[in-house]
Every structure is written in C-alpha cells, then in structure tokens.
C-alpha cells in the first residue's frame, strides 16, 4: 500500500472506460489524495465526527440492473453523481480510483473501504467529460446533490 500521490493520471473518459471494463473491485474516492487518506486510515461521519471502518468511496463496476448500456455512459454517470464534492469539500480535493476491501457502510449507504491500493488520478477534464456525456442524453439527469425544500 503506497502513500504516493506520485500516481498516473488517467486523462479521459475512455482511459477511465476501459479500465472499468478490465479491472472488477475499482472504486472512485473524491478527497485530497492517498497520502493524506492512508495516513487517516478511515473517514469520518461529517454529521457526528464518528471515525468508521474505512475510506468511504464509491464502486465504478457495473451493476447488472444497468443492462446492456455503455460503460461508459456508466463511468460517467458515477462521476457526474458526486462531482459537487470537490466544491463542499474544499480546495485540493480531487478524484482518484482505488482497489481494495469493503468493510461496511457509511450513513450515505456509500462503501467503506480498507486495504487500500490507490491506482491512479482521475484528471478534471475527465470529469467535464463525464458531465457532456451526462448533458447529452435525452431525458436530462439532475445532480445526485438534492437541496432542501
């Protein structure tokens, strides 16, 4: 388990794609990198400052629900669905795909996972990518981020 950010940088939607399609057990984490979250070991509940059994992420693998659509419609729906975080989150945080272990649940139903192996950046034109896509279907999807009444 490396600490490095010095990883490689996937720079489209379509590297992004075809990694998916070769490799099960990927996920997406949007935070400020593997050497600050290694170190922390888990996240943290942002609600009540509760430490829990792993890095919340989430899976890129395709669910079987989702049929016979592309990948990469896929790919770039999962990406389009937390691309807010980097603005709530702060300055510095970025996407990155990593392998590891499910360990539980985090209070969004999101994974948490430990055993981490970080594998590579996701660059942001990437998720500009993934968010023309997105724009392009024909019923429009709104962002995964609901507001209040």
Not at 92 to 121: A, F, I, M, Q, S
Request: charged residues 30%; proline residues 7%.
């Amino acid at each position: 388990m490396s600490a490095s950010d010095d990883l490689p940088v996937v720079e489209s939607l379509a590297e992004l794609t075809a990694l998916v399609e070769r490799d099960r057990g990927l996920y997406v984490r949007w935070s400020r990198g593997p050497a600050t979250d290694l170190r922390a070991v888990s996240s943290k509940d942002d609600l009540t400052g509760v430490a829990m059994s792993g890095l919340s992420a989430n899976p890129l693998d395709v669910e079987e629900w989702w049929q016979d659509r592309s990948v990469g419609l896929w790919v770039a729906r999962r990406l389009h669905d937390y691309a807010h975080l980097p603005h709530e989150k702060g300055r510095g945080v970025r996407p990155w795909v990593l392998k590891g272990r499910e360990n539980g649940r985090g209070p969004d139903n999101e994974p948490l996972v430990t055993d981490v192996r970080p594998l590579c950046w996701i660059d942001l034109g990437v998720i500009d990518e993934a968010q023309t896509e997105v724009a392009r279907q024909e019923h429009p999807w709104g962002p995964l981020r609901r507001t209040g009444r």
